[in-house]
């Protein structure tokens, strides 16, 4: 049995979704990764039994990330969330102020602010 830990990241920026991918990686840790909301449903449905975290873009086009969010939570409501924005904590919340709270994680990030959250939200999941 694998003990390897997998984090669906969905990002519609090409460039963060690969670099988050290579980041965690490094850390041993699997990488599910989708460019909207729709494809990170679709991945979420047909493995949610093996992700343990979601690292979600709240900005993408189509799909927003406040409604992507609450189609997660329908498949597993107890599914640890990092959202990650540009806006303000209290902006983005305020965009999800139904939902059940989630970790945040503010645009730009450093590769030591991406670990330390990863850390945080598998460690609320276990």
């Known amino acids: ?7 669906l990241v969905i990002d519609d920026n090409a460039i963060v979704r690969e ?3 290579d980041i965690l990686e490094s850390i041993d840790i699997t990488v599910w990764s989708a460019q ?3 494809e990170g449903i679709t991945l979420f ?7 343990n975290g979601i690292l979600l873009d709240m900005k993408m086009p189509g799909l927003s990330g406040p409604e992507t969010l609450r189609q997660l939570r329908q498949i597993n409501p107890h599914v640890p969330i990092i959202l990650s924005s ?5 902006e983005t919340k ?7 709270p989630a970790i945040f994680l503010p ?6 602010e991406l670990i330390a959250t990863i ?3 598998l460690a609320s999941g276990e």
């Open 107 to 112: 645009k730009p990030y450093s590769f030591d």
């Open 19 to 21: 670099a988050v991918e």
């Open 94 to 100: 305020k965009a999800i102020a139904d939902q059940e």
């Open 1 to 7: 049995m694998s003990t390897t830990k997998q984090i």
């Open 86 to 90: 540009g806006y303000s904590e209290e």
């Open 45 to 51: 449905q047909a493995n949610h039994q093996l992700i």
């Open 119 to 121: 850390e945080a939200l």
């Open 36 to 38: 909207d909301g729709r």
